[in-house]
């Protein structure tokens, strides 16, 4: 902090109260990012001292990073400076939820789990089945535009939010978007702040469209003996009328992880597993257990069968709860997040197989099979991981999603501090489009106040 | 504007790509609003290198930019508030790339939005926004101003399909952002990008995605005696989480006014009727038409019936999306607007709409995406009548003034505009327009693409700004 500590600590404890200030080590680094800790963390109880607190951190050229349930501050480059945790999980109410309009605004530090719960006294959801379920809020969820499978069936957080408010980093509160499902008045603003990592401004109020919850569903899981079989059944389904809610796509050394030992589902290891699920009308979800079934068997699967309850509850969540798994097996794996296309992925799985192989590392893949591939590099089980195998293997990954035929959009999630420090750092090659990110940050941030360094391209 | 200017673009894009003559300007003056605005010369680029040479141009000479598709917005987007060159898109019209597999396609901005479904009907496929002016509106246009149109009910606007954009930055550069995938790493610009109606960078291509056609469509007529039981069995519909593809309402007056244009077999004693759309596998179609038959049952439907085959159903549509020229029969001019609520309020919104006609003596019309709750109330008017333009002026605020009180927005599909531009402090502080102008800024520094849109200008900033006097009818399909 370039302001005496003790200042700092005095306006802040003015602003949202010393019962709401906390400077203790446990504290400070229970809010650490990349191993970098503030000088103290505060939970403001409002928008008003939310954006007071921003425009004292702005005066004083200190640094602040927005958190909520803590469970995503790994992701992105190390900050170059961090001074004040701005932790807003006492904003966590629900401000206005008309179920009878499918529309809702939240405030960010409300638990996506307490949120769901919510909704689902209303028959309605989000569908954001996103990892660290138990503590993330909807204020990270939307920072780190977390990754849900739903997303097949439903889109992204930028196609049911509606709008937000936020505080800017000059300690502005502005709005854009609003609270019906169709508007074009002005710039959506708020797209920007999806997936920004706290790095334009703090989120204050999020307004989601809300959906149904289906009368009934359906899972099944597929087994295939190599990832070419997997993806033609993945194409058959894309080329078929039926809408299965998401279609996951494990790589052999994943099905461990997913399918726990309980299940009924005897997925062999080295087999690649297809799982989806089916949502709608009973006759709708009966249909798409025949159809898939034998769309499968076209695809030459070993084996077709739908999941019962329990089972198939157990694979929707470690579906969801994927990277945290991963993490929990092995702190020191590299998750990519790699945004690719259908016809590329069978590819790209490939040749991060060759990657993994070269490096002597493990890989487990998870393919959303609308976009989204997860690919975790492991130290070799009982093998020493080297740092120097794990940077050169992300160089490599950032070079294959490059090639022209693969042309995929790379970004590391979870890593080591090593490789994030090492030359390629978490997001990639520099795009052309960063130099017009530069122009968005300063729009938002002139001073450089929100997480700097987090972010593409240095930002 | 310099004639060197002309000369200039001349010799850049040859004879045939320019025009300036008074009578070809003329042309440009107007879209599908009621705005005007006189452009001083008009350019047709056939590729992006000569869209960034025509930015670097205009640079030089610090004139004004306007990009175009094909002028059937409904806000004023294309039109040249303060003259200078409008760059038109119409022969950068080729469809560059269909990718079957990945459910994409490239196109260049000029590639009318119906044409695109056509090349891929065999295939399947089409793209799912589908503004009333569809077949003749461009994806240039539609980026620009996030159109909507009946079916984003169930499939989103504009925005929910684009992946991908090339555009041409105020100073010229080329720039790429997004891709087929459906995220690339990095901020979202084009979530920013489209719907900026053309203030923040000219549009040169576009990478969409293609949507499978349903298996099973369903289109159904329910015909009413009374607007407060149309409404409230769309509120009914919302409230049961039945999620139609498309749920239009036309009043009675519309109605009639169609009927005689298109004869699609419409009631023509009817108060008002919903067209709704089920689609998708057949059991979810049969379902649906069930749970949506019975609840307009419930709320004193006199007939729901079914479109029997694809030729009634395409005249129902016909009917529905030639409804602004049905009514442009029958007056002179009229004014449209495009003001969006919550979708539980829209019985009292019309009841609030018929008063505010009463009040002010004038004609609306309702024609409208009630199932998103956007509406389109369209009042009828003289344009030589100045006192009675003065009421049409009143009488939209009022309307767009409860849009705001009941949580709404200025506009759901058509855009802010020049039309709407100084309305926008109705729903936005000072502070939230400011980061706007900043963010306008950032792109265009100085104003000269596409000026006197989205922002208030400030010079009568909350107060309704008396438009000109409307030159013509326009029937924006």
Redesign the interface.
Known sequence: MSLPAQATLTRLEEISGAAHVFTEQTDVESRQVNGLCPSAVVRPADVAQIAEIIRFAAAEQLAVIPCGGGTKLGIGSPPLRYDIALDVSRLNRVLAY?A????LGVEPGIRIEDLLRVLGEQ??FLPLAVPFSDRATIGGIVAA?SSSPL?HAY??V??FCLGMEFV?GEG?????G????????????H??L???LGT?AVITRVNFRTF?LPPSQGTFAASFSDAEAAFSFC?AI??S???PQMVEVAGPSAAHLLFSSDTTARVEPRMWSVIVSAA??P??VD?LAHELGHMASKSAAEEFMPLGDSAAQSILTRIREFPKIVLEAAPSATIFRI?????AMAGLLGELAGVATRNRLDLITLTRA???VYAAFLPPEGGLSTITAMINMAREVFQTCGKPEI?????IEWCPPEVKRAGGGV??PP???????R??K???DPRGVLSPGR???GI | MEPQLIHELVALLGPNAVLSEAEDLMLYEYDGSVELGSPRCIVFPSSTREVSEIVRLANRYQTPLVGRGAGTGLSGGAIARNGGIVIVFSRMNRILEI?E????AVVQPGVVNLDLSRAVEHLNLYFAPDPSSQKSCTIGGNVS??S?GPH?LAY??T??HVTGIELV?PDGEI???G???????????D??F???EGTLALVTEITVRLT?K??AIKTLLAVYDTLDDTTESV?DI??R?I?PAACEMLDGFTLRAVEDFVHAGFPKDCAAVLLIEVE??T??VE?QAAQITEVCRIHGAREVRVARDNRERDLLWKGRKNAFGALGRLSPMYYVQDG?????RLPETLRCISEIGRKYDLQIGNIF?AG???LHPLILFDERDRAQFERVVAAGNEIMQHCVAV??????????GMEKNEL?PL???P??L???A??????NPDGRLNPGK?LPLGKACGEIRVQPMPVSATSPA
């Open positions: 008309d009878r309009d499918l529309t028959k309605q535009n997303r889109g992204g930028r196609d800017t502005t509160v502005a709005k854009s609003g609270r019906v499902v169709k508007n074009v008045t002005g710039y959506d603003l797209k920007l999806i997936g920004s334009l149904p194409r894309a080329h009328v039926l809408t709608g009308q006759e709708v249909r945004g690719s296309i259908p016809t609308s976009g989204i042309d995929a959009s790379a970004m997001w990639g795009r052309n489009d960063f130099a017009l990110m122009r968005v300063a729009a938002f972010f593409a391209g | 990718d597999a990945n459910l994409r101003e996030n909507g984003t989103g606007v925005a929910n930055l720039v790429r952002t891709g087929k995938n459906i995220e690339t790493s990095g901020y979202d610009l979530g920013l489209v719907g900026s499978r349903p298996e509120v919302t409230v989480a999620t998708g596998l059991e979810t379902a969006v609520i919550p979708r539980t995406h998103d709750g956007n949580g709404g927005a200025l506009t759901g599909e058509h855009g802010i926008m729903i936005f502080t502070d939230d400011a980061l706007m900043r963010v306008r800024e950032s792109f989205v």
